[in-house]
């Protein structure tokens, strides 16, 4: 765990995490990375907070024990869910957690309306509330629960007519509210942009935590001493608790996101 020649342990329910992975890799190059993927219990969103800070534990467990130094939860849920528990339980261990990027989007504009998409669970945690009563004078926020962009995502349907349909529907209670931004409040939602800037037109600006937390990371590991000094590309290795989703993750990975 102190070790700066080992990986980084990176965790999502899937495979959403691999919009994190890809931002990891472009600001720390050098650095070997360990994902994992719980696909046999995906998705996380819609599942009780003791459930997810159970899986999200034992995932932790199963990458230290994999000789991780640090520990990205490149999911959303996760992070509400299991982040304060594992800094608590690994104080000397880097944590680094996602939450909705709703601070560059409510500043990016005078008192914009912001859509922040996000799962169940994330979005009535008291985290995401007390992250709205922050920004509550900076713009309008609306809440939109996607649970349903989770699946497509991990069963590599973007860009299909299922993917555009589901879009249409969940924003069509707000066709006449003026968006200027959507903040993607999971991490498999930037797979989707594409298909959101198709329905919500080129106008409409995404913000998401990826490139964040992958700058946090630098950071933390920094601070720690534990930042690769090999000056060669690292390795990924992916895992994922359901072997079936391994070709689609080395696919994802290669994803250009819009």
């Known amino acids: 765990m102190n070790n700066p020649s080992s990986p980084i342990g990176v965790f999502d329910s899937g495979m959403g995490g691999i919009s994190v992975l890809q931002q990891l890799l472009r600001v720390l190059p050098h650095e070997d990375m360990l994902y994992f993927g719980d ?12 459930v997810i800070r159970d899986l999200t534990e034992r995932a932790a467990e199963h990458l230290l024990a994999r000789g991780a130094k640090a520990i990205v939860l490149a999911c959303n849920t996760a992070t509400s869910a299991a982040a304060a528990a594992l800094r608590e339980r690994y104080p000397d261990l880097p944590v ?23 799962t169940p669970l994330t979005l009535k945690e008291e985290k995401f509330a007390a ?16 649970p349903g962009l ?22 069509a209670p707000y066709r006449d509210e003026g968006i200027d931004c959507v903040v993607l409040g999971c991490t ?3 797979f989707m942009k594409r298909d959101l800037r198709a329905v919500l ?12 937390a992958a700058r946090q990371t630098r950071v933390l590991l920094d601070r720690a001493g534990l930042l690769n000094p090999k000056e060669i590309p690292g390795t990924i290795c992916f895992e994922n608790s359901d072997e079936t989703r391994l070709p689609l993750m080395e696919r994802l990975l290669q994803y250009e996101i819009d």
């Open 39 to 50: 696909g046999a219990n995906a998705p996380y969103g819609t599942k009780p907070t003791a």
């Open 131 to 146: 992250l709205t009563r922050r920004f509550a004078d900076k713009c309008r926020i609306i809440a939109l629960p996607a």
């Open 188 to 190: 498999h939602f930037p």
């Open 201 to 212: 037109g080129h106008t409409v600006r995404f913000y998401d935590g990826a490139e964040g």
């Open 150 to 171: 989770v699946p497509l995502v991990e069963a590599g349907r973007m860009g299909t007519d299922d993917a555009r349909t589901y879009i249409e529907a969940l924003f």
């Open 96 to 118: 680094i957690g996602l939450e909705p990027a709703l601070k560059p989007a409510a500043l990016s504009a005078a008192y914009p309306t912001v859509v922040v998409m996000a």
